[in-house]
């Protein structure tokens, strides 16, 4: 079975979920079932394909957290640093076995043939140049 599309209660896209997260949130009447697959049931609910949550959830708190991770990266950054193709990882600029730490200030987005390519180097010993500058993002309050 495939994944549930989950609509804020203002139709805005929000994540995907599986089918039994889907019922549990059907059960709990935190959603309800806006489009579902035509004859399918999961026990007494039909198989959702869209749900929307009965109240509005403020979405703020996914982009506004302080924490670097990799698709805190990916959505700062949008393509990979050193291609500008699609972005499937996440790069040290200087490398972790080198010292450097996973930091806004460290870490780009790259596709993996151009992550594979710079391996355990810094950009210039690849002869790689970075199409972006590492930063700490501007929707990270305090910074």
């Known amino acids: 079975m495939s994944d549930v ?3 804020n209660a203002g139709y805005e896209p929000m994540h995907r979920v599986d089918i039994q997260h889907a019922i549990r949130m ?3 009447g935190v959603a309800v079932i806006e489009e ?3 004859g399918k049931t999961f026990g007494p609910y039909p198989v959702p394909k869209v749900l929307r949550l ?4 403020q979405m703020r708190w996914q982009t506004r957290h302080r924490t670097c ?7 700062r950054d949008g393509r990979c640093a050193y291609c500008g193709g699609p972005a499937q990882t996440v790069d040290h600029v200087h490398p972790r076995s080198r010292g450097g730490q996973s930091s806004w200030t ?3 987005a790259a596709c993996l043939p151009c992550n ?4 355990d180097r810094t950009p210039n010993e690849a002869g790689m140049r970075l199409l972006l500058t590492p930063h700490i993002p501007s929707w990270i309050p305090g910074y």
Not at 69 to 75: D, F
């Open 5 to 7: 599309l989950v609509l």
């Open 26 to 28: 059907l059960v709990r």
């Open 36 to 38: 579902a697959i035509d």
């Open 54 to 57: 009965v109240r509005y959830v």
């Open 69 to 75: 991770s990799k698709e805190a990266v990916k959505r």
């Open 106 to 108: 460290n870490l780009v």
């Open 116 to 119: 594979q390519r710079k391996a």
